[in-house]
């Protein structure tokens, strides 16, 4: 599950480069995930994507039942417990669904990139975006799917683009720190694939998470949080509920300007009771946010230590 984007990213670079085939190559049977509303997951049982009801979910939603769905569906088709690997977007759903005890059948998660606290996030772009959701543009001009392709959306990252500290000939840093190992080719093919809608409330609820510094569930404001929870103030998703001995790969970056390392720590900190053999930590000083899924010596660095971990599991 990734924001703005689709599973096609565990697939771009190379099969010797991406993370899907080597974990295939390493004998594991591997499902790739869509986040609802990407152009593989937009379909519904009684709901169409192009009406604003499709899209009045957050990643509440992802955490409360689209990924326990994904685990209970993988289940019962191959009968074995899972090992999971989230990056970014992915991995905040997976914690904050694990806090919840929302997932069965699991063995052992990776968490690349982890994104619980944004507090720290220091990308200039994505700071002035989360204050834009946060404020005036909580409705976003009536639209309920963020489409980055769309020509509100378009006009509103130009907005963006006329602050001097966004350098917006280069998105990709701008939104993720320098990314140190990126090969040219892969970015083009992302660039032609990416990015993907989403709902405009998971951009309103990832901006609350940047201004507020805690992870909790979607802030409706006072009198609709007590109809919608029972209180003024939104639950607040306990990563300290997360099972103990649960088996954790953790692998952040020093350039990463999304899940900066100030924040990472705080997550560690929410793991410190942690079984210690059953949480394994590792920190890449020179990778930034995208770095750990379409890096080239992500391999090396990255996916070799995690297939390890998955193996001994």
């Excluded at 209970?72 to 904050?96: E, K, N």
């Excluded at 959701?133 to 009536?142: A, H, Y």
């Excluded at 209180?231 to 990463?256: A, E, M, W």
Aim: proline fraction near 4%.
């Amino acid at each position: 599950m990734l924001l703005l984007q689709d599973g096609m990213t565990w697939l771009l670079n190379s099969p010797d480069q991406s993370l899907a085939f080597i974990l295939a190559d390493a004998g594991f049977d591997v499902w790739i995930g869509n986040t609802r509303g990407t152009r593989f997951s937009r379909k519904h049982v009684s709901l169409d994507a192009s009406r604003p009801e499709y899209w009045n979910w957050s990643w509440d939603e992802l955490a409360a039942y689209d990924l326990p769905a994904t685990f209970d569906f993988v289940y019962r088709q191959t009968g074995q417990q899972i090992d999971y690997v989230g990056h970014s977007m992915g991995t905040l759903v997976a914690l904050a669904s694990l806090s919840q005890g929302q997932i069965a059948n699991l063995k052992s998660v990776a968490l690349l990139s982890p994104v619980a606290y944004l507090s720290h996030m220091n990308t200039a772009i994505g700071v002035i975006a989360a204050q834009a959701f946060v404020g005036e543009i909580t409705t976003f001009f009536g639209l309920s799917e963020f489409n980055p392709k769309e020509k509100t959306i378009i006009n509103f990252l130009h907005t963006l683009c006329a602050n001097p500290n966004i350098d917006c000939y280069d998105l990709m840093s701008s939104f993720t720190g320098k990314n140190c190992c990126l090969n040219a080719s892969t970015v083009d093919v992302f660039l032609r694939n990416e990015p993907q809608s989403t709902s405009t409330k998971t951009m309103v609820h990832l901006a609350q998470t940047v201004r507020d510094g805690v992870l909790s569930k979607f802030d409706y404001g006072g009198d609709f949080n007590v109809q919608h929870y029972g209180q003024r103030r939104p639950p607040v998703y306990n990563l300290t509920n997360i099972p103990k001995d649960l088996p954790i790969f953790i692998s952040y970056g020093g350039k990463d300007a999304l899940a900066d390392v100030q924040d990472v720590l705080l997550l560690l900190d929410s793991l410190k009771l942690h079984d210690g053999d059953k949480l394994q930590v590792q920190f890449v000083k020179d990778f930034a946010h995208a770095d750990f899924i379409m890096g080239v010596t992500a391999k090396e660095i990255v996916y070799n230590a995690l297939v390890a971990f998955f193996k001994r599991q």
